[in-house]
């Protein structure tokens, strides 16, 4: 038996899906001036180093396909404790990305490298946002750190 406020050092660790969206490969060949020089795999290996010092786990896909989100965020039900998502472009039309995620009963916490709200007026608009936990926008890849950590922070407060 595991004592209250000290860690059960047999139990599962939580699994958090980190979804990545459309163009999201393309990090560090272009634009750093707005989305820095990592590429997606610093992005991954750094959110994976976060989450494993809170005792998370992590398993990370991107995808440039609406349909293939979708299908990743159906398959998280029942097995992750949470999704972090960078919707990419997605995120400011995409319905069936809110429906999906609408149906998934974790945490769920959206990330931006850039702050969409400080760049063109089509960027202002998240469809995601209303079925988030919490949104993380503008600090560039410390977003996936602190979107762990407050992963980390919902599981344990439930
Ligand atoms: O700031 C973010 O993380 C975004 O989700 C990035 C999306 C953009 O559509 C959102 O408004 C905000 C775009 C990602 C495209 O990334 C590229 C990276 C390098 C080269 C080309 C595109």
Same mark, same amino acid.
């Given at each position: 038996?595991?004592?209250?406020?000290?860690?059960?050092?047999?139990?599962?660790?939580?699994?958090?899906? !980190?979804? $990545?969206?459309?163009? !999201?490969?393309?990090? %560090?060949?272009?634009?750093?001036?707005?989305?820095?020089?990592?590429?997606?795999?610093?992005?991954?290996?750094?959110?994976? &180093?976060?989450?494993?010092?809170? %005792?998370?786990?992590? =398993?990370? $896909? +991107?995808?440039? $396909?609406?349909?293939?989100?979708? =299908?990743?965020? $159906?398959?998280?039900? %029942?097995?992750?404790?949470?999704?972090?998502?960078?919707? @990419?472009?997605?995120?400011?039309?995409?319905?069936?990305?809110?429906?999906? !995620?609408?149906?998934?009963?974790?945490?769920?916490?959206?990330?931006?490298?850039?702050?969409?709200? &400080?760049? =063109?007026?089509?960027?202002?608009?998240?469809?995601?946002?209303?079925?988030?936990?919490?949104?993380?926008?503008?600090?560039? @890849?410390? %977003?996936?750190?602190?979107?762990? +950590?407050?992963?980390? &922070?919902?599981?344990?407060?439930?």
């Amino acid at each position: 038996m595991t004592e209250p406020g000290t860690a059960d050092h047999d139990a599962p660790r939580p699994l958090v899906l !980190l979804l $990545h969206g459309p163009n !999201l490969n393309l990090l %560090g060949t272009r634009e750093p001036e707005v989305y820095g020089t990592a590429t997606l795999d610093d992005h991954v290996a750094s959110a994976t &180093a976060a989450a494993d010092r809170h %005792g998370l786990d992590v =398993e990370a $896909h +991107q995808t440039n $396909h609406e349909g293939e989100l979708v =299908e990743l965020i $159906h398959g998280a039900r %029942g097995r992750c404790a949470a999704i972090v998502i960078n919707p @990419g472009a997605f995120t400011h039309y995409a319905w069936s990305i809110h429906d999906a !995620l609408a149906a998934f009963d974790g945490v769920v916490v959206e990330v931006h490298l850039s702050n969409p709200n &400080a760049r =063109e007026p089509w960027r202002h608009t998240s469809v995601i946002a209303p079925v988030a936990t919490g949104t993380i926008a503008g600090f560039g @890849g410390l %977003g996936y750190a602190l979107a762990m +950590q407050a992963v980390a &922070a919902r599981l344990t407060a439930r």
